[in-house]
């Protein structure tokens, strides 16, 4: 089959990296209230980025971890703390949920709810404390929207919430505004609790369909040891990989490399767990983990991996492992002594250079089948697409190489270098009269809308068609549609055929020939006769054959040119045998003695036409 990859979607991918920590410009920065999603993950980040006694680049509500310098959860009340924000740690994420017309937020570590100390923790003392706390139940909260960053508030709250930073024990100054207060446009740079937070959305933990099957594309298509351009993508190691890591190594590589879709070992189903993911390979059967450095391997025991999207909406990922901060370095199999690139994961640059691949798109497989199949559309072509349970989409071959549907374009070429079966056939013709030729790859049968014909005999001026129940597939016939127009031809479940046959009638040495391509005839080679307006007329000069059509060829020839077209039926020479289409008709119908008789009899006939031509028609 041949086979033809569909790049287009894929010209988006045009930048590289290193495994660099991510920054929140991966993440969606939500600006207002509409845009906060139940289920959906979140940082909740902090203006202030200043403590007493140092700098924080970007400081997040967590819980408790483990290089905090100061530990406030000597009491078991679980509180609350804001630190500098590391992305790999489950402890900065935030599951929204919805409470009524508030929200309440569960951490993605202990999967315990923000709270607050007051009158509703086990562990409080007072009516009016209000550090924030972790809580077995969700604690509704209500946003007051201050710009592009939120309020927390709360009825029963009516101090400050206060949330414990970790450093500065004795030291830190309580900072005077209040959680709902926009006194203070910024507080960056004062000491004390934060008041106003900013949530970033994780969209990369709600791009995928939990148990869906994808391809993995890399931005980079370049390395050197190979310079072909196509689209790189996670895969098994391949037969046609010239460089092989297996060979060397115990552990089964994950490789990037050329991308072929009629390859199994290219499909990983994706298994949502929270906000990570798992991939498991179609064709292996096994997950991708990272065992030790950055390198993933393939294994039983399936990786958590944390996606971030590193262009929001634009489905592209940096893949590090959860809980670790390391990207995954997949093995090129071009070369082997590749360099590493030194490109920061924040650029757009070019993909020119050599070195891992660190960033990647994902694209479901029936997205990749159904974009293929608008590309393709109109041009008959049959991709080879080995993937998932099911059979391709529309002129997409399927795993076990058949074509789920196979829609044939009406003046499109057809060349498919192996049979295959359809389960559904279709193809439309544009008829202006009812009499046509046709030569489908598929058989047909006749019905209500369209019957259809081989060569009988030639009488005079006139052919005579012999009516055809089934026409094997690849055999070209004549055909009569019930109405003109639009009409459209269906099988099922149906053997397509690669090879046109040549349907033979030897009585008159009638032949007709049909194609699936383009045909350019001439009746130079001898009598060539073509239909056109329900008749066949003879080829003079170079006519054009459209795909799935037929002419036919005869040892005979017309007197006028052309030839009538009509029915005979069980071997019945019908009177539509002598007129046609045309303006012929019967005058009168005799015996062989010269009795005049009202229509054919068993024996000879002897029959008067109106163009002034006498008939012997014998009937046995």
């Not at 929204?96 to 570590?109: L, M, R, T």
């Not at 879709?261 to 798992?278: C, H, I, L, N, R």
Request: hydrophobic share 30%; with cysteine.
């Amino acid at each position: 089959m041949r086979r033809t990859l569909f790049f287009s979607l894929l010209m988006l991918f045009s930048a590289f990296g290193t495994w660099a920590q991510p920054s929140l410009s991966g993440c969606r920065h939500i600006t207002d209230l509409s845009q906060i999603k139940e289920g959906a993950y979140y940082y909740i980040v902090s203006d202030r980025k200043l403590f007493k006694t140092e700098d924080v680049l970007t400081a997040a509500m967590s819980t408790a971890q483990s290089n905090y310098s100061d530990n406030w959860d000597n009491t078991n009340r679980k509180f609350v703390y804001w630190g500098e924000l590391k992305m790999s740690n489950d402890g900065y994420l935030w599951k929204a949920e919805k409470v009524g017309d508030q929200w309440a937020f569960q951490n993605a570590e202990n999967e315990l709810y923000l709270g607050v100390m007051h009158k509703n923790h086990p562990n409080s003392t007072s009516s009016s404390e209000t550090d924030m706390t972790f809580l077995d139940t969700p604690v509704g909260f209500t946003l007051t929207d201050k710009g592009d960053n939120f309020a927390f508030t709360n009825s029963e709250f009516t101090e400050p919430l206060n949330v414990h930073n970790y450093r500065s024990f004795t030291s830190r100054t309580i900072c005077a505004t209040a959680g709902n207060n926009d006194a203070q446009a910024t507080d960056a740079e004062t000491n004390g609790y934060p008041g106003r937070w900013h949530l970033y959305e994780l969209t990369g933990a709600t791009a995928l369909e939990d148990g869906g099957a994808y391809y993995i594309f890399a931005d980079r298509k370049k390395y050197t040891g190979n310079s072909s351009g196509l689209p790189k993508a996670l895969s098994i190691e391949q037969d046609y990989y010239p460089v092989k890591w297996d060979v060397q190594y115990t552990n089964k590589f994950v490789y990037w490399g050329d991308f072929y879709p009629s390859y199994d070992g290219f499909v990983f189903t994706a298994e949502k767990q929270g906000y990570k993911w798992k991939f498991k390979n179609t064709q292996n059967g096994l997950y991708i983990n990272l065992v030790s450095g950055y390198e993933p391997t393939f294994s039983s025991t399936p990786g958590s991996f944390i996606l971030t999207d590193l262009t929001p909406d634009a489905n592209r990922f940096y893949i590090e492992l959860s809980g670790d901060g390391r990207g995954i370095c997949t093995q090129g199999y071009g070369r082997l002594d590749r360099e590493d690139s030194g490109t920061s994961l924040s650029t757009e640059n070019g993909d020119e250079t050599d070195g891992y691949a660190t960033r990647w798109h994902f694209i479901s497989v029936e997205d990749y089948m159904q974009q293929v199949a608008d590309d393709n559309a109109g041009t008959n072509t049959i991709t080879e697409i080995y993937a998932s349970g099911e059979e391709g989409g529309t002129n997409i071959m399927g795993p076990t190489g058949n074509v789920k549907n196979l829609v044939l374009t009406d003046g499109a070429a057809f060349t498919p270098t192996n049979s295959f079966t359809a389960t559904n056939a279709t193809y439309t013709r544009n008829v202006p009269n009812n009499w046509a030729t046709i030569c489908l790859p598929y058989a047909v049968s006749s019905n209500e809308d369209i019957t259809y014909y081989t060569a009988g005999t030639i009488n005079d001026d006139v052919l005579t068609l012999t009516s055809a129940d089934d026409v094997p597939a690849g055999t070209p016939a004549i055909c009569k549609f019930n109405s003109t127009g639009n009409n459209t031809i269906t099988a099922t479940n149906v053997t397509v055929a690669t090879d046109v046959q040549t349907e033979e009638e030897t009585t008159d040495d009638i032949t007709l020939i049909g194609s699936f391509t383009q045909q350019n005839i001439s009746g130079s080679a001898g009598n060539v006769y073509a239909i056109s307006g329900g008749q066949f007329w003879k080829v003079g000069s170079t006519v054009t054959i459209n795909p799935f059509r037929a002419y036919f060829t005869t040892s005979g020839s017309s007197s006028s040119g052309k030839f009538d077209i009509a029915v005979s039926d069980d071997n019945v020479t019908a009177i539509e045998a002598l007129t046609g289409e045309g303006d012929v008709s019967i005058k009168a119908i005799y015996t062989a003695d010269g009795k005049k008789i009202g229509d054919l009899q068993q024996g000879l006939n002897i029959v008067k036409l109106s163009n002034g031509k006498i008939q012997k028609i014998l009937i046995k």
